[in-house]
DNA sequence: GCGTTTTCTTGAATGAGTCAAGTAAGGACG
DNA sequence: CGTCCTTACTTGACTCATTCAAGAAAACGC
């Protein structure tokens, strides 16, 4: 695990530090977590580390393509390790929890706008919106 | 204009108040303004508007569907008047700008994710990220 | 090891958005 | 038209995620 994540960042370019390695750990174990989250994680490992060094952490990675930031309207950002299936994400908008979805109509037509005003299009991102089943229950 | 936002207020049980037609004129001319911007706005008619009555408006109007909020990550909160028509938003990654997109699909795709979690979805958004035509040239 | 560069620590600042208490305005009803 | 109750606005303080800045520490190529 450590070991891979290792090797991830050595091919991007960035340097092997103890806070990056236990940033990507614990959004591994803990994916759409946000940052205080993640800080709560990383410090069960490294109780020193200050909280700039994990929004710095975050930023590099997401920087780095390694993370992907997710930031639902009214909620702070999140996290989870990319990966490459294009998936999306359902949102409660009572608890804001979050979930994944894989993509529904494929990958290709996710990325066609049909009237893009002159924007480069490089990606679609999908956020449904809906009521969880804790609180759809309650 | 002011006398279709009266009319619309009223059958939303809303109040009709000066900072809200004004609200909402302001969003109308300028869509996808964000909060300051619409603060901005208000004040060439109502100098004396405090920005706390612009948050109130924007959020009760919001709730009563009269306006969409959209919020695109690390973008501050911004507004549009709510059309049936189901669009989308292409944002500009460098500079933030945005701009309308119909649906690729049609609507009821949009509303179909493949496996929902036992979500109750009731609503698709999606945000295409790219390059404007301002930001490619430079 | 040594030195350069990147990253982390510390501490303060920014800014969108919210909270709370009191005043003012809307509008139903007589 | 005037009264009264309710909803909305004003004022001012406050929260909290995120960023900025300067110096100390760690990574890693040589």
Redesign the pocket.
Known sequence: MTHTHDQAL?SSG???????LAVLDAIGSRPHA???GVLAAVRVELP??????V???L??LTEAGMLRRI?PAGS??RYELRVGDNHHHVVCRTCGAVADVDCSVGDAPCLTASEHHGFEIDEAEVVYWGTCPDCSTA
């Open positions: 050595r960035l340097r092997v530090t103890k806070p990056r946000d940052t205080n020193a580390v200050s909280h700039q060094a929004y710095d952490c930023n590099a930031q702070v950002a």
